[in-house]
DNA sequence: GGAATTTACTGGCATATGCCACCAAATAGA
DNA sequence: TCTATTTGGTGGCATATGCCAGTAAATTCC
């Protein structure tokens, strides 16, 4: 039964949540970068410049599980934004432990001309999906993302 | 302004589609990976064998649309699997540019045994997001992915 | 107070993705 | 037919992410 009928018989996409949200995810990746790209840096980037700037002083565990992301993996990628000076660590006072992060000046700057750029991006979003749709359907992935889903997700029994 | 008031104020994720939908697939990766582990493949692995198997021998061009990949990436994802002998590809007859993709034996064989395994994890999904809307949200999520919208994001004018 | 455990990061390794430069085959044009 | 252009792929380079194995600092338990 390997190979169905002939040609494009069904998708995994249409059958798998996972497979779904990431396919999304390429496509929009792709569309945001179009609309915001000459200046070199990546969606993840401006989400990362971002959060940080929204936050104050996270250190990097909270922001990776702010961003639900792996603590390891939020180190590698903002290894290439410390490089190009856009943020910097900072160690806490309190706790030699832990790294703090924030933005630059260079970084807020950055930071203030990418969400021009990326306004764009998401007002043809919104107009291709629809204002209403679109804020319900960043509520609906923010529940997904959520500590409380994965919980349920897993615990249930 | 850098510094909002304190603490969480505001969240890109709530503002920004692509940064939402990356976090959800950040979360949902780890979710059914969890579910479906330890066979050392990826979920973007399952997709990709699902994906083969449900397609008639497609070209890398063809299979890069379909998953909304750039055909580079597909090239690059495609090698781990064929050096461990799960996918394999041969020359197009007509058209000797072309490469096209099967499943080995036991590319087949895997790919069943991650299917069940993957049942599982999708099986949570819905019980913990409510199979309708599951359903509902594979759908939206496949027409964000599709030309159409990227041509109602970009073309409009 | 000192050992055992936990916590916050780092570095190495592997996959996921994309862009660009290049190559070869196919196709359009003259 | 010969040349210019288009197409389908490959390889190199860079970022995105995650796991695992340390490391050092903090906390817990005698």
Redesign the interface.
Known sequence: M???I???????????????????????????E?AMGDTGLK??Q??LL??I?????PSLKVLAE????DLSALGHTLKPLIRDGLVELFPDDKDKRVKRVR?TQAG?AIQRDLTGR?RI??D??D???GQEK?EE??????F???PE??K???G?A
Do not use: P
Request: aromatic residues 12%.
């Open positions: 390997t190979d169905k002939d040609g494009k018989d069904d998708a995994i996409w249409l059958h798998c949540s996972n497979s779904a949200v990431r396919r999304a995810s390429r496509q929009l990746n792709q569309l945001y179009d969606g993840t401006f989400s971002s959060q700037g929204f936050s104050n002083k702010t961003m639900v992301m933005l807020v990326w991006a998401q043809r979003f107009a291709a999906f679109s359907l960043r509520h609906t992935l923010a997904i993302a959520s889903f994965a349920a997700f897993e249930d």
